[in-house]
């Protein structure tokens, strides 16, 4: 059983900044890729930030400079930060990761969401 669990989500007003962080855990020998998703209402879910194993970062144009994905591999976990959000920021954002078991079978997981609302 493996399990994604966000936090860190809220009500924010446009120009604040929020902190999401993803606990990934289970029997997995070691999680490779991990990623936010967002997904705004009414709109399909699209990648905001991507990164590796050995912290190499891929952004959506939308957020970069604006948001910063990082990964503490001791502990399992990715984290979002965002700063200067806009009202267009507004969704639910999910954590995305990619595990890999001990016989090297690699399995995509996702995360429950976290909403992320910015009012203007």
């Known amino acids: 059983q493996v399990q994604l669990v966000e936090s860190g989500g809220g009500l924010v007003q446009a120009g604040g900044s929020l902190r999401l962080s993803c606990v990934a855990s289970g029997n997995i020998f070691s999680f490779d890729s991990m990623a936010w998703y967002r997904q705004a209402p009414g709109k399909q879910r699209e990648l905001v930030a991507g990164?590796?194993?050995?912290?190499?970062?891929n952004y959506a144009d939308s957020v970069k400079g604006r948001f910063t994905i990082s990964r503490d591999n001791a502990k399992n976990t990715v984290y979002l930060q965002m700063n200067s959000l806009k009202p267009e920021d507004t969704g639910v954002y999910y954590c995305?990761?990619?595990?890999?078991?001990?016989?090297?079978?690699?399995?995509?997981?996702w995360g429950q969401g976290t909403q992320v609302t910015v009012s203007s």
């Open positions: 995305n990761a990619w595990g890999k078991n001990n016989k090297g079978f690699s399995s995509n997981f």
């Open positions: 990164i590796t194993r050995s912290s190499n970062t």
